[in-house]
């Protein structure tokens, strides 16, 4: 065969392979980058605004002793419900027993002798009228019956000292409440005005108190004067395990000054607490409802990219992507109140923001709807 011929014949071969492994590289464009849009909506969102607080007993009382003495008797569990005047602790009472007594006694004996006296007093002045006895005597007689109505004052005053001694021997609980761990056993030796004893805390209902800026003044007020239903949630308790506790509260009072060195004021919320969940001293977060009465623009806040403290969104205008500078708000949740920047019907990216820039073409979609659980 013809040499020439051999050489056309292998070219040929060599681009017919060439095609079929895929020849040399085409410059094909990429394709518009997919994204997902959800549309700008005008919403009255609810959220809560937070404040650290901690949980204060309405009534707390430190058990002091009034009398000095070995304590004989402690009659109650450490930790558990006591009732208003219920017996806690018992002082040894044999010498305020035995001072009371002779107290009583001294009591008796003056007023004995304060009889006499105005016996005798009477009867020297019906004498001293008939002229049969002195002027001196009558004044001395007068001045023993001034003396007698002086040592029944003194006698009285004694037998209540020792009545409010032989009381105080005994300690009682001052209302209802929860009595915490003894710092005394039986046995051991009380001073009177020195030594503690023990505290009582009231607990149902119980207070938490928290601080505000002075600018929010005017707003707390505002909630003080709102009156509240039973099952109002404008007051709600995050606990510390980060459960809400169940039962909402109200404002007790707003204290009377706000602190000059901080500028803020205490508000006391009150709350019931009947599983006594709540214990003095514990520390919560107080949510505070707030209601926009106004509808505002809200959007998913995965839609917000923030670039050297500055807002912006992606917009589709025609299949393309504009950057917009926002104005962002309170977040809620996963969503996000736009304080300005958006306006409602707009489509705004929230997947796919990564791939995107200013001015780009894009494939769009809506929002994927969350997959029913498989059973």
Same mark, same amino acid.
């Given at each position: 065969m013809n040499k020439k011929i051999k050489q056309g014949i292998l070219l040929i071969v060599i681009s017919v392979v060439a095609v079929a492994c895929g020849g040399p590289a085409q410059n094909t464009p990429p394709p518009n980058p997919a994204v997902v849009t959800d549309t700008v909506e005008l919403k009255n969102p609810t959220y809560f605004d937070v404040y650290p607080g901690n949980v204060v007993a309405l009534n707390n009382v430190d058990l002091n002793c009034e009398v000095s003495g070995f304590i004989t008797g402690v009659f109650f569990q450490e930790g558990q419900q006591v009732r208003k005047g219920q017996k806690l602790y018992e002082i040894e009472q044999t010498k305020y027993q035995a001072a009371y007594s002779s107290a009583e006694a001294s009591l008796k004996i003056a007023q004995a002798n304060y009889e006499k006296t105005r016996k005798d007093a009477e009867r020297y002045k019906q004498l001293g009228d008939k002229g049969m006895t002195t002027q001196q005597r009558l004044e001395y007689s007068e001045a023993d019956l001034a003396t007698a109505e002086s040592q029944i004052a003194v006698a009285k005053a004694n037998l209540l000292r020792a009545q409010l001694d032989l009381q105080h021997a005994t300690i009682t609980a001052p209302f209802d409440g929860t009595i915490g761990i003894s710092l005394v056993k039986r046995g051991a030796f009380v001073t009177a005005g020195q030594t503690k004893l023990n505290t009582v805390s009231s607990n149902n209902p119980i207070a938490i108190d928290f601080v505000v800026n002075e600018k929010e003044i005017t707003r707390f007020v505002g909630l003080e004067n709102k009156k509240l239903s039973r099952t109002d949630s404008l007051f709600t308790l995050a606990l510390p395990d980060k459960s809400i506790y169940p039962y909402p509260g109200k404002i007790l009072f707003l204290d009377r000054a706000v602190?000059?060195?901080? !500028?803020?004021? +205490?508000? @006391?919320?009150?709350?019931?607490?009947? /599983?006594? #969940?709540? $214990?003095?001293?514990?520390?919560?977060?107080?949510?505070?409802?707030?209601?926009?009465?106004?509808?505002?623009?809200?959007?998913?806040?995965?839609?917000?990219?923030?670039?050297?403290?500055?807002?912006?969104?992606?917009?589709?205008?025609?299949?393309?992507?504009?950057?917009?500078?926002?104005?962002?708000?309170?977040?809620?949740?996963?969503?996000?109140?736009?304080?300005?920047?958006?306006?409602?019907?707009?489509?705004?990216?929230?997947? !796919?923001?990564? +791939?995107? @820039?200013?001015?780009?073409?894009?494939? /769009?979609? #809506?929002? $994927?709807?969350?997959?029913?659980?498989k059973k």
């Open positions: 602190d000059m060195q901080t !500028g803020t004021l +205490k508000i @006391r919320l009150e709350f019931p607490n009947p /599983t006594r #969940a709540l $214990k003095d001293g514990m520390s919560c977060n107080i949510r505070v409802e707030n209601k926009y009465s106004d509808k505002v623009v809200v959007i998913p806040n995965k839609a917000v990219v923030e670039q050297m403290g500055e807002f912006f969104v992606y917009v589709i205008e025609q299949d393309t992507a504009r950057q917009h500078k926002i104005k962002a708000g309170k977040v809620v949740g996963k969503n996000i109140i736009i304080l300005d920047g958006l306006t409602a019907g707009e489509q705004v990216v929230v997947e !796919g923001i990564q +791939k995107l @820039r200013d001015g780009v073409a894009v494939q /769009t979609g #809506a929002p $994927k709807a969350a997959e029913a659980p």
